[in-house]
């Protein structure tokens, strides 16, 4: 059901999560960290590299360096200048051994991620697809050919994935999309997770700060009224 209100940042009780974990021990994983496999790539003319921190830049790739001793490990990201895939690899910061990696859509997990222990062993697979049988695709037609908004605009158009008040079964797609370009006023749309129907239409007026819990129970009527 449409319901086209003004909204700002409600959703308190909504949270990301991961889905479905399954532990599978036969597979075994080597691959370590070498910064000297960044060495022949440009550094960002806009980020000033540091011995934690470093952003190198290809015609096609922006990848992030970040070492962290608080957490013990390094983190490569890489993205795709024009698209909002792009993927992460998470290595121990002690071995340089590859701990984690997966696939990335606006920077939200997607796809099968894989953990290893700091020997390389293969820990478990966590599915973060399982539990949205629309798929990412699928959104991306559904939202260009019903309402122009191309999720693929890096730029204007953002996209992540909730459980509405914390509850698994309740997947969404939040699709945040600017009304014009350059514009701090918002569109936002929350498609379910399963079946790809709109549940909720508002747009996000910059500065406006009011009624946030009347915003707030407008949309967990909506929200009860789909049940």
């Not at 952003?55 to 698209?83: F, P």
């Not at 020997?119 to 399982?130: A, F, Q, V």
Request: hydrophobic fraction near 35%.
């Amino acid at each position: 059901m449409n319901r086209y209100i003004c909204i700002i940042l409600i959703f308190n009780t909504i949270i990301c999560y991961p889905q479905n974990d399954s532990l599978n021990f036969k597979k075994n994983n080597m691959k370590k960290f070498d910064l000297n496999d960044f060495k022949d790539l440009p550094l960002a003319n806009w980020c000033s590299p540091t011995d934690d921190h470093r952003v190198y830049m290809t015609d096609t790739k922006k990848i992030s360096v970040t070492i962290s001793h608080k957490s013990a490990d390094i983190v490569v990201t890489r993205e795709d200048m024009n698209t909002p895939y792009g993927s992460m690899e998470i290595y121990a910061l002690k071995t340089k051994i590859l701990i984690r990696e997966g696939k990335q859509f606006s920077t939200m997990p997607v796809g099968i991620w894989t953990d290893y222990d700091e020997n390389g062993k293969l820990i478990k697979e966590t599915d973060y697809d399982s539990r949205f049988l629309f798929s990412v695709d699928s959104l991306i037609v559904k939202m260009k050919k019903e309402y122009d908004v191309d999720i693929l605009d890096k730029e204007n158009t953002w996209v992540q994935r909730y459980a509405v008040n914390q509850d698994p079964n309740k997947p969404v797609y939040r699709v945040t999309s600017r009304l014009y370009q350059y514009s701090e006023n918002y569109n936002i749309f929350i498609i379910e997770g399963n079946t790809g129907d709109l549940i909720f239409r508002g747009i996000q007026y910059a500065g406006d700060k009011k009624g946030l819990l009347e915003q707030y129970d407008l949309y967990m009527k909506s929200l009860n009224k789909q049940e």
